[in-house]
């Protein structure tokens, strides 16, 4: 079981820790159900451990040959899964040390030879690092500082040739900079150039969750104006067939590629539609 997925479980069986902000008012758990977030406590400390001892400080464990993987450009992915789990947990311990370690990501080149994705690392650095922001209360401005470098890196997705990510971000109107509507999906983060090519609705149009929650923080608009212009761009194109967008998409010319279309798997911007909805009324 991935450190990442334990989240999910960890959020269910701790209904004691953070029920009361989370879930319905009212709602009752079973007899069981301390035993069983004992469980998830004792299977995420075993999981961790064992990163910690052959792992710690890349993206991955590979348990059987008690190895690890640089999937998501060795800057400690696992890490930045399981920080909302261990504060979570109240595993004090891990979480200070995940923290210190944050702190230390060096965001200025992908530590492996491998392009920068743009979806991933929104989902796991940058989610991540937003979400151990948020649930210890903000007394943890390092990891809205390391959320911030990333997102910086990230936004040359939408960069024309000309893009500048000081005019980007530092400039108030950057009307008539060049500029996509739609990001590329990968980024060399060593030159912060885009790489040319086509990309997906599910990874250019779910990104207003994290993008819209760091603009809230840091007082910088720029990152929630990109995300949402991206939804904008998406649902003013043309459409295969009635309500469905098109999976495939241009950047450059930020149309459609084709008119092939899929239901959820590489297309699930349509579930994300359905929270966007709560939290973008405005937009939808």
């Not at 230390?104 to 650095?125: A, H, L, W």
């Not at 885009?194 to 990309?199: E, G, L, R, W, Y």
């Not at 910088?220 to 761009?233: I, S």
Request: net charge neutral.
């Amino acid at each position: 079981m991935g450190i990442g997925r334990l989240s999910t479980i960890a959020l269910l069986a701790s209904a004691g820790v953070l029920g009361q902000t989370i879930q319905k008012p009212g709602l009752t758990v079973p007899k069981t159900a301390a035993v069983h977030k004992a469980d998830v406590v004792n299977i995420f400390n075993v999981s961790y451990t064992a990163y910690k001892k052959y792992a710690w400080g890349h993206d991955d464990l590979t348990p059987v040959s008690k190895n690890y993987t640089d999937g998501r450009n060795g800057w400690g992915a696992s890490i930045a899964d399981a920080m909302s789990t261990m504060h979570i947990m109240n595993l004090t311990d891990f979480f200070t040390e995940a923290v210190a370690f944050t702190g230390n990501v060096d965001f200025s080149k992908s530590q492996t030879p491998d392009d920068v994705s743009v979806f991933e690392t929104s989902i796991r650095y940058l989610g991540g690092y937003l979400s151990a922001y948020e649930l210890s209360g903000a007394k943890h401005p390092v990891l809205l500082q390391k959320a911030t470098e990333v997102a910086d890196k990230m936004v040359f997705a939408w960069a024309g040739v000309r893009f500048s990510l000081v005019i980007l971000v530092m400039k108030a109107d950057w009307q008539g900079v060049q500029k996509n509507k739609i990001p590329y999906n990968t980024i060399n983060f060593t030159t912060n150039t885009p790489v040319i090519d086509t990309t997906g609705i599910a990874g250019a149009g779910t990104l207003t969750l994290e993008y819209s929650t760091l603009s809230k923080h840091t007082g910088n608009d720029t990152y929630r104006e990109l995300a949402e212009g991206t939804v904008k761009a998406i649902m003013a194109n043309p459409s295969p067939l009635p309500g469905l967008p098109a999976q495939g998409l241009d950047p450059t010319t930020g149309l459609p590629f084709g008119g092939y279309v899929r239901i959820f798997n590489g297309n699930d911007i349509d579930k994300r539609l359905l929270d966007m909805g709560r939290r973008l009324g405005q937009l939808l």
